[in-house]
């Protein structure tokens, strides 16, 4: 699992203008009105080519203002799942009751804090740093994270603290999770592949609040099942602390070695759905679409296909994915999952040869030549598979500008049609030949 760097602090101290600074997007609001960040936004960061997991809070103060309990228990979850905490401040109002307080939260996580006075661009408040000193925190780092100064020093300061944990050993098992919007049957899918009720299920949507790893054993190969909480469209995490479990989902799907993407065939495909698929989409992760309480659908012949259809069309970008059909609670075609796991493994970690391969790539060119574009056309020098998990290839060509988007999927289409690539994303790197 990524590490995890939380950024907290009072309302209006600029935490959201740094979470965007340092993820290089506008995600999380930024506005001059104290209190606008109330759910825990988090985004995927990097620096000097260490990723991790950034998180940003609402802001914690004293008093009886709305939402300030679901504000501060939100933050507090933060911090629990924070490997690394940014305790951020404002120089021009200098040391307030509300940091003070806050101090003393940080002081019982027992975890790195790292304190950084924010709007120093204003000269005449610089002089105001020293006294944050007070905090206990010790050196305080001067930034403005409107402005981009100083948030090197800062990340400089984090990095140093995410150690990487060593595998004692080398772990067989196949690791599966299981994602989707609320309510879908994830948890009823997990007891019917264990044959037990390991996990609670309820009709109640979101009654899963952490991921739940089990082992077992089928088809003389360990698998590790992990159930997840119900994923949320963005943007609809509401003041609720069960909600909080995103950062943990998301944990799951970059820990797995497949992951199964839950639909509720009795409510078809919602948006939710569609926004789930894109957090796969974006780890790049082996999937398997379940289309589960299929035993609740009114079925003639053209059923499943219609169904599958409509898959297709709102997962465009998992076109990859096979899809299962089956019914938890009723125990049909639960069976069916266990090949197309396997395969899907196999298939994520699965090498071609080169020359096997430059073979394939000369014959695709040779039939349809690629066309001009921005001024010019590609050119294929040579070609490799460079990774697995998930394969990539690498191309090296006269000029990356020239190549279409269209002729790349043509290529994809002509690899996954040669090779068994099953269940599982291809990437694709093109490079300039010097």
Known sequence: MLPKVAIVGRPNVGKSTLFNRIIGSRLSITDDQPGVTRDRIYAK?????????????????????????EIKAQAEIAMEEADVIVFLTDCRNGVTNDDTYIAKLLYQTNKPVILAVNKVDDQKFKENIYEFYALGFGDPIPVSSAHGIGTGNLLDRIIPYFVTKVEEYKDTAIHFSLVGRPNVGKSSLTNSLLNDNRVIVSPIAGTTRDTIDTRFKAYNQEFV??????????????????????????????????VLLVLDAGTGILDQDTHVGQYIEEMNRPCIIVVNKWDLVDKDSKTMKHFTE???????????????????LDNKRVHTLFPALLEAYEAQNRRISTSVFNDVINDAVAMFPPS??????????YSSQVGVNPPTFAFFVNEPKYLHFSYQRYLENQIRKNFDFFG???????RKRD
């Open 45 to 69: 960061a990097s620096w000097l080519s260490k990723e991790f997991f950034l998180i940003d809070t609402g802001g914690i103060e004293l008093g009886d203002a709305p939402f300030l309990t």
């Open 225 to 258: 099942v992990i159930d997840t909480a119900g994923l949320k469209k963005r943007g609809k995490i509401y003041e609720n602390v069960e909600k909080y479990s995103v950062i943990r989902s998301i944990d799951a799907i970059s820990r797995s070695d497949v």
């Open 310 to 328: 409509d898959i297709r069309k709102a997962f465009k970008y998992l076109d990859y994915a096979p899809i299962v059909f089956l019914s938890a």
């Open 372 to 381: 001009e574009f921005n001024g010019g056309k590609i050119k294929f020098y």
């Open 424 to 430: 599982t994303p291809i990437k694709f790197e093109f």
